[in-house]
């Protein structure tokens, strides 16, 4: 009788994977976001409703249809790859992060140097998609070794060109706003004869982290845990042309049938945009 | 062909399910608590966008800006919420203005009979034309960026009024006129976005060019640094608002999500942000079948007992 159970699970698993792929195909079918940006709150809640330490939330996990234990972010990350998203953004760490206790910052950046690592050793979901690395924000804050972990993670997938990954930590939009202006008005004491006209909003957002990462314009932002901020996440980025949803679910469990009525009414925007 | 085929069944199917939860959602629909209710927090800094995807009819458009405007000027006053700032990206309230502080004006003007209020008159006249930029408050006399912001300052002169936000208010049943607080009344467009961080950036490089020629080390060979906190004090001169409420005069059925429609972006790390409800707004009848929307008290006090409710941790 076990094996019969084993085996109509086994079924179900793969006639599951089957039907999300053929949601795929049919997503696909129709305008699809050139940048996506996720800003992942709620691990530690989640982890307290079940019951964990709030340290454990961060590291969570579920079991996948295929029956591996995948985190969401891979979830996420390869449901679009597999639906051509060129650009998926994600607020892995704010610079106002470090306020936390000591004990969760440090468990957070030994989890980053893990998953980097195995990035750097491994990186089988992102080589597969042809996924660049970048990790933007304010590098210097971190400890030396995730600052090495980081280095070799992006020399490793620095010649993926199908699509990126931006994993912002340390970040925070102002910073990013302030050292685009800054750069801009380097470049510009840099050359002989400057016009100090020809600084404009384009400039500005030419020397983005995102666009020196050559992110295209975010089309959809999506902040789960039902909080209603950005909390100094892409504010530039996300303040003109970008959908934003601000979902109820927690992280650890937002997947693809919470990505799917986001994309629907992305279609929409785009199919009413060029019919008007 | 198949596969659009079935992606068109997909969004008809989301449609229905939409629509039936809105309905199911009207079904259970509980009304917000009053303005004058007891809320735990209330911001201190509100701003509103205002937003119309129909560009038919500019003239109709800008009475129901300003039909809003006025609204959550009055509940602001009520409530002791100190600053406002009204946006909307086309800069159809910054283009009346004059009309906005004469209206307010002649507001104030009827409280007079009956209470010492004065209105003070804004730092600097009011725009003649929405094109024009300049500054316009004195924090920019050193640092001159060009921006389109109108400030209208309305207060009370003699009168306290300085009420707790922890206490409640409660209105006696003769009061006629409730208490009007002063507030600072920001109107703005896109004009203050990204543009004046562009032209704060122009400033800050003839500012470090005329600094260099000035010198005599060698300054010019370092690399230009620009502190975080130099260009906060820059973009907008607006402060920022702790709550923003996102309303649509013309609501659809299946509304599309939110969006931010050029608001300053330096502004709103910290923002808590609300879109009003197609159910809590008042639809009005319009000769040419459109059901444009005023913003009433219900969506109103909804988006503050939302407010009221949220956490902030700060990163911790």
Redesign the interface.
Same mark, same amino acid.
């Given at each position: 009788m076990t094996w019969i159970l084993g085996w109509t699970v086994s079924l179900l698993a793969f006639i599951k994977a089957q039907l999300v792929t053929l949601?795929l195909?049919?997503?696909?079918?129709?305008p699809i976001p050139r940048h996506v940006a996720f800003e992942m709150d709620g691990n530690r809640r989640f982890a307290r409703l079940t019951g964990r330490r709030a340290v454990e939330g961060h590291s969570d996990g579920f079991i996948h249809s295929s029956g591996y234990i995948l985190d969401p972010a891979s979830v996420i990350l390869e449901i679009c790859m597999h639906l051509d998203i060129r650009c998926v953004t994600v607020y892995a760490f704010?610079?106002?992060?470090?306020?936390?206790p000591p004990d969760e910052v440090g468990a957070l950046m030994k989890l980053a140097e893990e998953r980097l690592i195995e990035i750097a050793q491994n990186g089988a979901l992102l080589s597969q998609y042809g996924v660049r690395l970048n990790v933007l924000g304010h590098r210097e804050l971190l400890p030396m070794h995730v600052q090495v972990a980081i280095d070799k993670a992006e020399r490793m997938t620095c010649q993926n060109n199908r699509a990126i990954l931006n994993v912002c930590a340390p970040y925070?939009?102002?910073?990013e706003?302030?050292l685009a202006?800054?750069s801009?008005?380097?470049q510009?004491?840099d050359k002989d004869n400057?016009d100090?006209?020809l600084?404009?909003?384009q400039?500005?957002?030419e020397n983005l982290m995102t666009s020196l990462g050559g992110s295209p314009p975010l089309d959809i932002f999506i902040r789960t845990s039902g909080? *209603?901020?950005?909390?100094?996440f892409l504010?530039?980025q996300?303040?003109?042309?970008? &959908?934003?949803?601000?979902v109820n679910t927690y992280w650890p469990d937002f997947g693809l049938w919470d990505f799917?009525?986001?994309l629907?009414?992305y &279609?929409? *925007?785009v199919w009413?945009r060029s019919s008007s | 062909m198949v596969?659009?085929l079935? !992606?068109w069944l !997909?969004?008809l199917l989301?449609a229905s399910l939409v629509f039936l939860t809105t309905k199911f959602q009207k079904r259970r629909y509980l009304p917000p608590q009053p303005v004058t209710a007891y809320r735990s927090k209330l911001p201190k800094h509100l701003a509103i966008i205002l937003v119309s995807y129909n560009a038919a009819n500019p003239k109709h458009t800008e009475e129901l800006y300003l039909e809003c405007l006025f609204r959550v000027v009055k509940w602001c006053k009520v409530l002791g919420i100190e600053q406002l700032t009204a946006y909307d990206a086309e800069g159809t309230l910054l283009g009346c203005s004059d009309i906005i502080q004469e209206r307010l004006t002649h507001r104030n003007d009827m409280l007079t009979d009956e209470s010492e209020s004065e209105l003070e008159y804004p730092l600097t006249p009011p725009l003649s034309e929405a094109s024009e930029s300049r500054s316009h408050s004195p924090d920019f006399e050193d640092f001159p960026v060009q921006l389109n912001v109108t400030t209208v300052s309305t207060s009370r002169k003699g009168a306290s009024h300085h009420r707790p936000r922890e206490v409640a208010v409660r209105r006696r049943a003769h009061d006629k006129h409730p208490p009007y607080n002063p507030l600072t009344l920001h109107i703005i467009s896109r004009s203050a976005?990204?543009?004046a961080? +562009?032209s704060?950036? =122009?400033f800050?490089?003839?500012e #470090?060019?005329r600094r =260099?020629q000035n010198s005599d080390d060698l300054d010019?060979v370092k690399?230009?640094? !620009?502190?975080?906190s130099k260009?906060?004090s820059v973009p907008g001169g607006l402060p920022s608002p702790d709550f923003m409420i996102v309303h649509h005069i013309r609501p659809q059925d $299946?509304p599309?999500? !939110? #969006?931010? $429609?050029?608001?300053?972006?330096?502004q709103? +790390?910290?923002?808590?942000?609300?879109r009003t409800i197609a159910h809590d707004v008042a639809l009005l009848k319009h000769p040419n079948n459109s059901m444009p929307s005023l913003i009433t008290e219900e969506a109103f006090c909804r988006a503050l007992d #939302?407010y009221a409710g +949220?956490?902030f941790r700060?990163? =911790?």
């Open positions: 949601l195909h049919v997503l696909s079918a129709g704010a610079i106002e992060n470090f306020n936390r925070a939009s102002r910073h706003i302030t202006v800054q801009v008005v380097q510009a004491l400057f100090s006209s600084i404009t909003e400039t500005i957002e909080v *209603k901020r950005l909390s100094g504010q530039w996300c303040c003109e042309n970008t &959908q934003i949803h601000m799917v009525p986001i629907l009414d &279609q929409r *925007k009413a | 596969a659009s079935f !992606l !997909l969004h989301h976005s990204k543009a961080i +562009a704060a950036a =122009r800050l490089l003839d #470090e060019f =260099r010019h690399a230009y640094e !620009l502190p975080i260009l906060t $299946h599309p999500p !939110l #969006e931010l $429609h050029g608001f300053p972006p330096w709103i +790390a910290l923002t808590e942000i609300h #939302e +949220a956490q700060l990163g =911790r």
